[in-house]
């Protein structure tokens, strides 16, 4: 007998969880049941549109329901751990947008929950499902780069002030839990991490130069040292019109390649491969965020909703478990502290 499909909730009505909502309909295995709103008209309004029939005005009320197996959290970056925990108390699978919580410590608690109750935990990180991410994994894990000697990621983004204005917690310390780098450079952070590598130790400054409505950066720069002694940089800012590629640089002794939105770009390594010419013609897939949040593609996240279901179906591990949420978030903080002290932090 086929599986009955996995039933899903999502706290939220904004952009992002209309992403969640046409990515579980995607997905063979999904189903939408219903949504978590302070408004039932516009809970009404979000079911209507990517079919769900529940509108609970709590998350305690949607997660009771025998019929909702997987509950994606698609609140403030600052509040997403208390939602967590009550799908995590009610024995459901949680999938969270990045970065999961603002600090490791609240990470940690989340984690912590989640293992004690066995539940799985998805963060979004859907840029390492492109072709061309899992490509440059694929050659790190090879040693195609030999010793690696510098890895960067590099988001520079750009939003008008009404993307700040038109909020009432983005730009703010207690809900983003910073700027450039927590909202925006996140992504990037996380695939330096994944394919580099977690940093030592960071130097880092950040400043607002242009959106100086907000309480966080706008634009921000870091040395990083790694354990094997490569050195690396990131750069992020949300103020650079008109908004360029997310680009992630690796060099090593034997090659070096460039990935700019999930596409390869540059590709040259010392010992060539017959599929080296496959991998430079790689398109990209999962949509750009440069100039307007809204400009993303779906599948990245359809993507990473398959790997769940797959993964509960399966009894298997996640593409992307919690503890990888962590490390990005865990190099962050290391960031903003060098960045308050005037010097080097350690990574937690």
């Not at 978590?36 to 809970?43: D, H, I, K, N, T």
């Not at 909020?167 to 925006?184: E, F, I, P, R």
Request: hydrophobic residues 40%; proline residues 3%; charged residues 20%.
């Amino acid at each position: 007998m086929a599986e009955q499909p996995l039933g899903f909730g999502i706290v939220g009505t904004g952009m992002i969880a209309g992403v969640h909502a046409q990515a579980i309909a995607a997905v063979d295995g999904a189903t939408l049941r219903g949504v978590v709103s302070r408004s039932a008209e516009r809970g009404g309004d979000f079911n209507a549109k990517h079919g769900g029939s529940v509108v609970a005005s709590s998350v305690e009320e949607l997660v009771a329901r025998d019929d909702v197996d997987v509950l994606c959290i698609t609140t403030p970056s600052g509040a997403q751990l208390e939602p967590a925990l009550a799908a995590i108390t009610a024995g459901k699978h949680v999938v969270i947008e990045k970065p999961v919580e603002i600090t490791t410590a609240r990470v940690d608690q989340l984690l912590a929950a989640a293992e004690q109750s066995g539940v799985k935990v998805a963060p979004i990180f859907q840029q390492r499902f492109s072709a061309g991410a899992q490509a440059l994994k694929a050659a790190v894990e090879a040693g195609r780069f030999g010793q690696l000697t510098s890895a960067g990621c590099y988001v520079k983004w750009f939003r008008d002030e009404t993307y700040y204005t038109g909020s009432n917690w983005k730009g703010t310390q207690q809900y983003d839990g910073g700027g450039a780098v927590m909202n925006q450079g996140i992504h990037g952070v996380d695939l330096l991490q994944w394919l580099a590598g977690m940093p030592q130790t960071i130097s880092a400054f950040t400043t607002r130069r242009v959106h100086q409505s907000i309480e966080v950066e706008d634009t921000a720069v870091a040395s990083l040292r790694f354990a094997n002694g490569a050195l690396g940089t990131i750069e992020a800012t949300t103020a650079a019109w008109p908004g360029w590629a997310m680009r992630i640089e690796l060099c090593g002794e034997l090659g070096s390649a460039r990935l700019e939105d999930g596409v390869i770009t540059d590709w040259s390594f010392r010992d060539e491969r017959p599929e080296d010419q496959s991998i430079l013609a790689g398109e990209s897939e999962l949509g750009s965020g440069a100039s307007n949040p809204g400009g993303i593609s779906i599948e990245g996240h359809r993507r990473q909703i398959a790997d769940l279901v797959g993964a509960i179906q399966g009894d298997q591990a996640l593409a992307i478990a919690g503890p990888d949420a962590r490390n990005a978030v865990a190099i962050i903080n290391a960031l903003y502290a060098s960045a308050a002290s005037g010097r080097p932090e350690t990574v937690d």
